[in-house]
Structure formats: structure tokens, C-alpha cells
């Protein structure tokens, strides 16, 4: 198909009066806003569930890495479900299953009993992000595309951002088994109405699925994942005989993945999609800002519970206007991005990110807290410019039937980057406050563990300022995917 047919066909599904546009967009924005938001609402109940379930932070970490694992483990499948099953059959199916999770974490009687409902729960959101950014680009031409992404932003960004500040609240004043009771009566709705006004978009083609590269797809990605994990638990960290024989085996099997599915008339997931180079860059920045926000999300409430002895709802709205302007500007970034492309929007961005991870390597405890909403909400702002933004442009690039494998490798890179940056910056926070204590004249003090703490916290916002300042030198290459390079990439 060439790129003028192509473009023909999304016109026809975007302006056809007889296809109704908003209940599908509405059908697949509320499931997902409240099942991407899972990703952290639990990152302040962390501590409380630590007290609740007398566990240290390493097995809790697994609420958060778990949730990441099995979502950076099913999503490369996603490419072959989106074209084995309908987008009705996809979503309802999906959407049930993160019910049935959350059920079972609403009434978790142990640990881990929760934990196996939190993996439930990521089953279900890992297959469903794909799903919105597949039928969105079928439904829409590229021109129209930064509007609609920005929507989509508003979900994929928003709901993880407001995750810690409706977490803090919840915590505080109703308790953590709220934050699944809660979210039980939309995921409900958003399923019955899905099953009644949401239509099938795109052509189940049912291709055959390559066990072999099922297999090499989940020890790559799981692996990876659980090397990094591992790493915040032993007290060699990285050189850990277990933490590095798991990062081995999975990028090895990544390896191999990736030169059978070169090999295959229908791969699992199409590694072509490197070939283009607005879409490889895209994929780093996009890596580098969930790197940036995921880590965020988790050392600044440890820094705000510990050093600055706030409770769990004060962190919380102290990262709520940051969420917010991140909610807010995703539309705003859409339509920008829509009016004068890409580079307009992230090198500056990229920029402001930079200085934003340099600020917070300077944090302390005298360190005021109108500095961090300030500086949070500086951090969030850029993200909101920087990843749709890139994310669409990379999209863009690709000829259509490359999309359900751009997007299902992009989204599989969402978990895995989350869970890689959470784990590696928890490592080199403990490993510095280890450090620390080892040269303290009193260890045991509390003054001496606060110090400790701002020290790790320090370290970590340092070496992101190191990964912000490559993702600002990748901005100077963007440039605007126009619909022509579809057509040129389609021929």
C-alpha cells in the first residue's frame, strides 16, 4: 500500500460521518487514565505498606518493578494480539482483567496476595496502552495528529503524575486498600460502556506467532528488568553474581530476538522501525523522560517523608501543581506541536529538563519547599513538551503497517525504562547513603541517616542531569516527520 492510499484511509475514518470519533477516543481515554494511573498510586503508600505488612524496601520495590515487569513482558505481544483480535474484543478483555486485579488488591489479606493483584492489574495495563495509540493512528493523519496525542497525553502522563498526590491523600485520611476500591466502580463503567458504543478499528489478519521469539522476547525484557531490580537488594549491587547473570542472559536474549526477527515474513515485533531515524530518536528521548519522571516520582517522596519529615498527604500536593501543568499542557503541547512541529517544542524543553535535574542534585534540608514545587512543576512542564511530542513525531515517520509494531516496542520501552530507572537510581541512592554512613562518626544518629539521605538523593538527581544532557544534544537532531516520509517510507 502506498503512502497515498495510506492517507486517504485515515481521512476516510477521521472525517466519514457515519463514524462516530469520540465514543471510541472516550471509551479508551477513561479505561486507561484510571489503569495507567495504578502505575503510582502506590508510590507513596509504599512506606505505609511496609508498616502494614512488616517488609523492607527492596520487597515493596517489587509493587512498583512487578507492576513494570510484566507490562515490558506482554506489550512486544501486543503487535500480534492487535492484529488477532478486534479493538472491542482487545479492550473489554484487557479492561477486565485490571478489574479482577484490583479486586483482589482491595481485599489482599497478605503481601502476597497483593502482589499477585498488582501483577494482574499490569497484565491488563500493559495490553492496553497499545491498543489507544494503535486506533488512534489508524483513526487519524499525521497532520491532525499532535491534537489527538496531546489528548492522549493528557492520560498517558497526567495519570501517573496525579498518581503520588491522590496516593498521599487516600493514604492519609482512608488507607491504602482505597487505593484499589476507588478506582473498582470507573473501571466497571468504563467497560460497560466500551461494550456499548466503542467500534472495531484496523484488519484482523490473525498472523502466526513465533513461539521462539515469545520465548527470547521474555527472558530479554524480563531479564533486563529483573537484573536491574535485583540490583537495589544485595549489598554488592551491580556486581552481584545474580544481577549480573540476569542483565547477561536478557540482552543476550535480546540479542537474538532481534536478528530472528529480521529473518521472519511476520515477526513478532518488526525491528525495521529503527530504520527511521525520527522515530530512533524519539525512542531514547522517550526513554530519558520516563527515566526522568518514574524516579522523580519515587526519591522525591522518600527525600520529603524522610529528610523533611512531611507526612504522605503534604508530599503529595506538593507534586500536585507539577501534575496538573503536566495534565493541563499535554492538549496545549498537542496542538503546538500540530502549528510549528517538533523542534520548537523539545530542544527547548529538553533544555529546561537539563537545569531541572541540575537544580534538584542541589536539594537539602534547608532547602524550602516553594523551591521544589517550583522546580517539580519545571520538570513536569518539559516532560509534557518533550514526550508526545517526539513520540508523534517518531510515529509519523513510519509507514502504516509498521504502526501496531512502533507502537507496541515504544510502549514496551515505557515499564522497562520505568522500572530500570527506578531500580538504578534506588541502588545508587542506598549505595550512597551506605557510603555515607560508613565514614559517620555516629551512623546511628538520626542527623547522620538525614545527611545520609540528602547525599543518595544528591548522587541520583546528578547522574540524571548526566542522561538529561544527552537527551537535550539528541533534541538538535529532531526534525518534522512530514506525511511525505510516510509515503517515501512506504514505496
Not at 318 to 345: C, E
Not at 371 to 389: D, E, G, H, N
Amino acid at each position: 500500500m502506498d503512502g497515498n492510499t495510506t492517507e486517504e484511509q485515515y481521512e476516510f475514518l477521521a472525517d466519514d460521518p457515519d463514524f462516530s470519533v469520540k465514543p471510541v477516543m472516550f471509551s479508551l481515554i477513561i479505561g486507561a487514565f484510571f489503569a495507567i494511573l495504578n502505575e503510582t498510586l502506590l508510590n507513596i503508600a509504599l512506606t505505609s505498606l511496609m508498616e502494614v505488612f512488616e517488609i523492607n524496601a527492596p520487597t515493596v520495590q517489587w509493587m512498583v518493578t512487578g507492576f513494570m515487569l510484566i507490562m515490558g513482558i506482554l506489550i512486544p505481544v501486543s503487535a500480534f494480539l492487535l492484529q488477532t483480535f478486534t479493538t472491542r474484543q482487545m479492550f473489554i478483555g484487557t479492561m477486565s482483567i485490571f478489574t479482577i486485579g484490583t479486586v483482589l488488591c482491595a481485599v489482599a489479606p497478605t503481601f502476597s496476595f497483593l502482589l499477585a493483584g498488582r501483577l494482574i492489574q499490569a497484565v491488563g495495563t500493559g495490553l492496553l496502552i497499545p491498543i489507544i495509540f494503535n486506533t488512534f493512528l489508524l483513526i487519524f493523519p499525521p497532520e491532525r495528529r499532535g491534537s489527538v496525542m496531546g489528548l492522549v497525553g493528557l492520560v498517558i502522563m497526567f495519570a501517573p503524575a496525579i498518581g503520588p498526590t491522590l496516593s498521599g491523600i487516600i493514604v492519609e485520611y482512608l488507607g491504602w486498600r482505597f487505593l484499589f476500591i476507588t478506582v473498582i466502580p470507573f473501571a466497571v463503567f468504563s467497560i460497560l460502556f466500551g461494550y456499548k458504543y466503542l467500534r472495531n478499528v484496523g484488519e484482523v489478519t490473525k498472523p502466526k506467532i513465533d513461539l521462539l521469539s515469545l520465548l527470547l522476547s521474555t527472558v530479554g525484557f524480563g531479564g533486563v528488568v529483573l537484573g536491574f531490580s535485583f540490583a537495589g537488594e544485595g549489598e554488592a549491587g551491580f556486581l552481584e553474581l545474580q544481577v549480573i547473570s540476569f542483565i547477561i542472559a536478557g540482552v543476550l536474549s535480546l540479542v537474538i530476538f532481534t536478528l530472528r526477527q529480521l529473518k521472519l515474513d511476520d515477526p513478532l515485533l518488526d525491528v525495521r522501525v529503527f530504520k527511521y531515524p525520527m522515530y530512533s530518536i524519539a525512542l531514547v528521548m522517550f526513554i530519558i523522560v520516563m527515566m526522568s519522571m518514574f524516579s522523580s516520582e519515587i526519591i522525591l517522596p522518600m527525600f520529603m517523608q524522610g529528610p523533611l519529615a512531611l507526612t504522605a498527604a503534604t508530599a503529595g500536593l506538593i507534586l500536585l501543581p507539577g501534575a496538573l501543568l503536566n495534565g493541563l499542557m499535554s492538549p496545549v503541547m498537542g496542538k503546538l506541536f500540530d502549528k510549528f512541529g517538533p523542534r520548537r517544542l523539545i530542544i527547548p524543553a529538553a533544555f529546561v529538563l537539563t537545569v531541572t535535574m541540575f537544580s534538584l542534585s542541589q536539594v537539602g534540608t534547608n532547602t524550602p519547599i516553594y523551591i521544589i514545587v517550583i522546580t517539580y512543576m519545571f520538570l513536569m512542564l518539559s516532560v509534557s513538551a518533550i514526550m508526545m511530542p517526539a513520540q508523534t513525531n517518531g510515529l509519523n515517520q513510519l509507514p502504516k503497517r509498521l504502526y501496531p509494531h512502533g507502537t507496541a516496542i515504544m510502549n514496551t520501552l515505557q515499564p522497562v525504562s520505568g522500572a530500570i530507572g527506578v531500580s538504578v537510581f534506588i541502588s545508587i541512592l542506598t549505595s550512597r547513603e551506605e557510603s555515607f554512613l560508613q565514614n559517620a562518626e555516629n551512623p546511628a544518629s538520626e542527623s547522620a541517616m538525614t545527611q545520609a539521605t540528602v547525599a543518595g538523593v544528591e548522587l541520583v538527581y546528578f547522574v540524571a542531569f548526566a542522561v538529561a544532557l544527552l537527551g537535550f544534544v539528541l533534541s538538535l537532531f529532531v526534525k518534522r516527520a512530514h506525511p511525505s516520509d510516510v509515503s517515501e517510507a512506504s514505496s
